[in-house]
């Protein structure tokens, strides 16, 4: 379903503007009384709160925003899909509260000198949220699944670096050539087409999620339905209610459950941020999935122990059709809007959320890599409207042949009032007439894929790791999330490049050049680097901020009230949360035998021989959508 709204004969001025977008000043009510505060936490020698600590409903309730498109890892799209899949299933690899790549279904891994080739070793102990046994036969029928043209799973490139997946994915070759096989039923190698530091973390997406072959045999495509879906994390799906809530229960068999404590996690689809904000005043969600823009600075004031706000590798823009009029071969038409936005207005006063005004792709914050910084970046805004003004001219537009542009975003209170923003700037500016246009996710999704009847839509990215290359691959020429229809040989060759280069300085080197091909052809207009803004229940502990915003519910657990009289305890310090070691503690591959499943053996950066340090996978140590386009996501 759309909605339309003309912005046509309108004339913002700058006040309006602000008054329209940015906040309202009104009074959202009075804090819905004093919550009462949560007791202390005490940990136990082995990690976990004293059980006279925890509140006795161990049930936790998130907002997830839009609602789901599918529970089929393969298939899924979108962040608030990954969020719950997260949940249900769990890789080779998984991530820590903190956000850090950490041994999830494989215990261990070795990486061959070369960097090509990944030997994962599984835990023993793994079953299927059925009881039955998962070995390495599952990953490697759920991994070929993922990469049959076939399934048309929504993040499949994220598996391109495997060796002759690109060909699988055309059709050009069968799905048992793609580079993964099977060494015993608990060993598994995986080789690639070329050093790819971010590999691990790629493993973390639910494309690279095993699915159960009995399963899928039975059921086909409702697999993943409630009471057929068969899962292998922490959770099994037990309701799914369209549009109400997804409801998700504690799996008695998955490695951990002992050391799981949240019983029940239930994700409730809304779109409207303030009705979100609603059921958090009355105790309804114990975690928002964002806060609206106009409340911001009220919740700030009301809720400032409960708002959290911290850096996300994400970035935020709008996209061109480059397929079809009026931005087809016109790259001063596109170059004159994107320089009559003033970004700062939108952080400063539409958004306010702490967000960095951006003129790149890749957002600051990934080690290593400075994003390319156009020129314009340096300009006072009004050099940039002279400039905007002079190039629209060019592009053949004028009072006398007026430009009229469809805005297109999916439900959101603050995607519309940027989408307002933009369309008021453009107007000012310009004199570009705008009607925005609002679509339901699945509607956005589809329009935006198809580029029969976009124009200027909103995009952005939640990585999919910790990477520039996740930023860049989606522009490829033959990239499924490519909704802009943007296709340059030479970027194109730039990313091959890229997927071949061992050395991390000239790797860096050739992606940068690649965003500076990218951004030159003027292809996007980039807003703001995101920040991740919620707020989230003081009680729910083991919630950590990460610039991933990957946030698993196996970590978590709700502490009771403290009751009148209660003597404070003091906080002990711990870093690394329930039943979690970090990377940098685990034994090398040097220190114990293939057979130490008990030692508890972790992340092997390379058994075969010393590698110069920069030639080394940076993803050795630490890990980064989302998601599947988390990442991934957006």
């Not at 709160?49 to 998130?62: F, G, I, N």
Request: net charge negative; charged share 25%.
């Amino acid at each position: 379903m759309s909605r339309f709204l003309s912005i046509g004969p309108l004339v913002f001025c700058s006040a309006l503007l602000l008054t329209a977008c940015g906040e309202s000043g009104v009074d959202f009510g009075n804090r819905q009384g004093d919550r009462p505060q949560p007791v202390d936490l005490v940990l136990t020698e082995d990690g976990l709160p004293l059980a006279s600590l925890l509140d006795q409903q161990q049930v936790v309730y998130r907002g997830n925003g839009e609602e789901p498109t599918t529970l089929d890892p393969h298939q899924a799209v979108g962040v608030p899909s990954a969020h719950i899949l997260r949940d249900l299933f769990e890789g080779l690899t998984t991530v820590s509260p903190d956000g850090k790549v950490i041994p999830g279904a494989a215990l261990r891994w070795n990486i061959s000198r070369n960097a090509r080739t990944y030997t994962f070793y599984l835990r023993r102990d793994l079953v299927w949220s059925n009881g039955a046994p998962l070995d390495a036969y599952d990953f490697v029928y759920s991994l070929r699944r993922a990469a049959d043209p076939e399934t048309a799973a929504s993040g499949a490139n994220a598996l391109l670096p495997i060796l002759n997946a690109r060909e699988v994915l055309t059709g050009d070759l069968p799905v048992e050539d793609l580079g993964i096989s099977v060494l015993d039923e608990f060993t598994l190698q995986i080789t690639l087409t070329g050093p790819t530091p971010y590999f691990l973390s790629l493993l973390t997406n639910p494309v690279a999620y095993p699915v159960n072959r009995a399963n899928i045999e039975e059921f086909g495509d409702q697999f993943s339905r409630p009471g057929n879906l068969v899962s292998n994390g922490a959770y099994t799906l037990a309701n799914w209610t369209p549009r109400i809530r997804i409801e998700l229960e504690k799996n008695p068999n998955y490695r951990e459950a002992d050391r799981t404590l949240v019983e029940q996690v239930i994700f409730l689809p809304t779109e409207d941020l303030s009705t979100e904000v609603k059921q958090f005043r009355l105790g309804e969600l114990d975690w928002t999935n964002e806060v609206p823009n106009n409340q911001f600075r009220w919740l700030q004031q009301n809720y400032p122990d409960e708002l959290q706000v911290s850096p996300r590798m994400g970035s935020y823009f709008f996209g061109f059709n480059l397929t079809q009029e009026p931005f087809i071969d016109n790259p001063s038409l596109r170059m004159a809007l994107i320089l009559s936005i003033d970004r700062q207005i939108i952080t400063d006063k539409v958004t306010q959320f702490g967000e960095k005004p951006s003129f790149s792709l890749v957002p600051h914050g990934i080690d290593g890599y400075v994003p390319f910084s156009a020129e314009y970046a340096d300009w006072t805004q009004d050099e940039r409207n002279h400039e905007a003004r002079r190039l629209f001219e060019q592009a053949g537009y004028s009072a006398e042949r007026p430009l009229h542009l469809e805005i297109r975003y999916n439900t959101s209170d603050n995607h519309k009032k940027i989408s307002l923003a933009l369309a008021s700037m453009w107007k000012q500016v310009l004199g570009v007439n705008s009607t925005l246009v609002n679509e339901e996710y699945r509607v956005f999704v589809q329009n935006r894929e198809q580029k029969f009847i976009t124009e200027v839509f909103r995009a952005g990215w939640i990585s999919d790791y910790n990477d520039p290359y996740s930023f860049l691959e989606m522009f490829r020429t033959d990239h499924r999330r490519n909704d802009y229809g943007y296709s340059n040989s030479s970027f194109d060759a730039l990313l091959d490049e890229v997927g071949t280069e061992r050395v991390r300085a000239r790797r860096e080197r050739l992606m940068f050049e690649a965003e500076r091909v990218l951004m030159s052809d003027n292809v996007i207009i980039p807003i703001y680097s995101y920040v991740t803004k919620r707020l989230v229940n003081p009680h729910l502990q083991g919630w950590q901020p990460n610039v991933m915003d990957h946030h698993l519910t196996r970590y978590m657990f709700k502490l009771r009230s403290r009751q009148p009289g209660e003597v404070a305890v003091p906080l002990p310090a711990t870093e690394t949360g329930p039943g979690l070691t970090p990377l940098e503690e685990l034994p090398l591959e040097n220190e114990a035998s293939a057979d130490s499943d008990a030692a508890g053996v972790g992340m092997v950066p390379g058994s075969d021989g010393a590698a110069a340090l920069d030639e080394l996978p940076e993803d050795t140590a630490s890990k980064e959508t989302e998601q599947p386009g988390e990442g991934s996501g957006e």
